[in-house]
Protein backbone atom coordinates (compact mmCIF):
# COMPACT_ATOMS: atom_id res chain seq x y z
CA UNK A 1 0.00 0.00 0.00
CA UNK A 2 1.63 3.51 -1.39
CA UNK A 3 1.02 6.69 0.95
CA UNK A 4 -1.64 9.18 -0.30
CA UNK A 5 -2.58 12.27 1.01
CA UNK A 6 -5.55 14.28 2.06
CA UNK A 7 -7.35 16.72 3.61
CA UNK A 8 -9.14 16.61 7.03
CA UNK A 9 -12.81 17.86 7.15
CA UNK A 10 -14.61 19.27 9.58
CA UNK A 11 -18.49 20.33 10.25
CA UNK A 12 -18.47 20.77 6.29
CA UNK A 13 -15.26 22.89 6.28
CA UNK A 14 -12.00 22.01 4.76
CA UNK A 15 -9.28 24.38 7.04
CA UNK A 16 -6.95 23.58 4.24
CA UNK A 17 -8.64 24.12 0.92
CA UNK A 18 -9.83 27.62 2.47
CA UNK A 19 -5.81 27.96 3.56
CA UNK A 20 -5.09 27.41 -0.32
CA UNK A 21 -7.99 29.35 -1.75
CA UNK A 22 -6.02 32.51 0.03
CA UNK A 23 -2.98 31.86 -2.21
CA UNK A 24 -1.95 33.04 -5.21
CA UNK A 25 -2.35 30.42 -8.06
CA UNK A 26 1.31 29.99 -8.57
CA UNK A 27 2.09 29.40 -4.32
CA UNK A 28 -0.75 27.06 -4.49
CA UNK A 29 0.61 25.27 -7.27
CA UNK A 30 3.98 24.84 -5.38
CA UNK A 31 1.99 23.62 -2.34
CA UNK A 32 0.86 20.74 -4.23
CA UNK A 33 4.25 19.79 -5.88
CA UNK A 34 5.69 19.91 -2.10
CA UNK A 35 2.65 17.83 -1.26
CA UNK A 36 3.25 15.18 -4.03
CA UNK A 37 7.30 15.65 -3.79
CA UNK A 38 6.59 14.67 0.31
CA UNK A 39 4.03 11.73 -0.93
CA UNK A 40 6.87 10.30 -3.12
CA UNK A 41 9.77 10.14 -0.57
CA UNK A 42 7.71 8.51 1.62
CA UNK A 43 6.43 6.09 -1.49
CA UNK A 44 10.26 5.53 -2.21
CA UNK A 45 11.06 4.99 1.53
CA UNK A 46 13.14 8.15 1.68
CA UNK A 47 12.79 10.39 5.45
CA UNK A 48 12.21 13.78 4.20
CA UNK A 49 14.60 16.72 5.14
CA UNK A 50 13.68 19.10 7.68
CA UNK A 51 13.82 21.61 5.42
CA UNK A 52 10.64 20.24 3.75
CA UNK A 53 8.92 18.35 6.54
CA UNK A 54 9.41 18.63 10.42
CA UNK A 55 7.95 16.68 13.43
CA UNK A 56 6.28 19.31 15.73
CA UNK A 57 5.78 16.74 18.32
CA UNK A 58 2.86 14.60 19.56
CA UNK A 59 2.55 13.22 15.75
CA UNK A 60 2.17 16.44 14.25
CA UNK A 61 4.41 17.46 10.96
CA UNK A 62 4.75 20.18 9.37
CA UNK A 63 5.38 20.98 5.21
CA UNK A 64 7.60 23.85 5.18
CA UNK A 65 6.97 25.77 1.30
CA UNK A 66 8.84 29.38 0.67
CA UNK A 67 7.19 31.79 -1.45
CA UNK A 68 9.51 34.79 -2.41
CA UNK A 69 8.68 36.89 -0.06
CA UNK A 70 7.13 34.65 2.51
CA UNK A 71 6.64 31.04 3.89
CA UNK A 72 3.65 29.08 4.47
CA UNK A 73 3.54 25.81 6.90
CA UNK A 74 0.64 23.19 6.37
CA UNK A 75 0.34 21.28 9.08
CA UNK A 76 -0.39 17.45 8.90
CA UNK A 77 -0.22 14.01 10.83
CA UNK A 78 -0.27 10.14 9.69
CA UNK A 79 -2.82 8.22 9.89
CA UNK A 80 -3.85 4.30 9.03
CA UNK A 81 -3.59 2.63 5.54
CA UNK A 82 -0.47 5.18 5.10
CA UNK A 83 -2.92 8.05 4.95
CA UNK A 84 -1.48 12.03 5.23
CA UNK A 85 -4.17 14.82 6.40
CA UNK A 86 -3.68 18.18 6.26
CA UNK A 87 -5.02 19.88 8.68
CA UNK A 88 -4.76 23.44 7.83
CA UNK A 89 -2.07 25.54 6.81
CA UNK A 90 -0.62 29.80 7.57
CA UNK A 91 1.66 31.94 6.14
CA UNK A 92 4.74 31.79 9.33
CA UNK A 93 5.33 35.05 10.60
CA UNK A 94 7.91 33.68 13.21
CA UNK A 95 11.07 31.75 13.15
CA UNK A 96 9.34 28.68 15.05
CA UNK A 97 6.13 27.57 14.69
CA UNK A 98 4.09 29.09 17.62
CA UNK A 99 2.30 26.33 19.96
CA UNK A 100 -1.01 27.71 19.11
CA UNK A 101 -0.76 26.45 15.71
CA UNK A 102 0.61 23.34 17.19
CA UNK A 103 -2.59 23.09 19.36
CA UNK A 104 -5.24 24.21 16.74
CA UNK A 105 -3.85 21.08 14.32
CA UNK A 106 -3.89 18.74 17.27
CA UNK A 107 -7.86 19.67 17.58
CA UNK A 108 -8.68 19.07 14.17
CA UNK A 109 -7.01 15.53 14.19
CA UNK A 110 -9.11 14.91 16.81
CA UNK A 111 -12.13 16.15 15.76
CA UNK A 112 -11.48 14.23 12.29
CA UNK A 113 -10.77 11.03 14.30
CA UNK A 114 -14.09 11.81 16.13
CA UNK A 115 -12.41 12.05 19.32
CA UNK A 116 -14.11 15.03 21.01
Known amino acids: ?65 SFENRIARSLYFYEADKQIIFTYGFIKKEQKTHRSEIAKAKNIRSLWRGEK
Open 1 to 65: MKFTYNFAEINGKVPMIEFLDSLSLKERAKIFAYIEKLVELKNSGIHPKENLSKHLGDGIFELRV
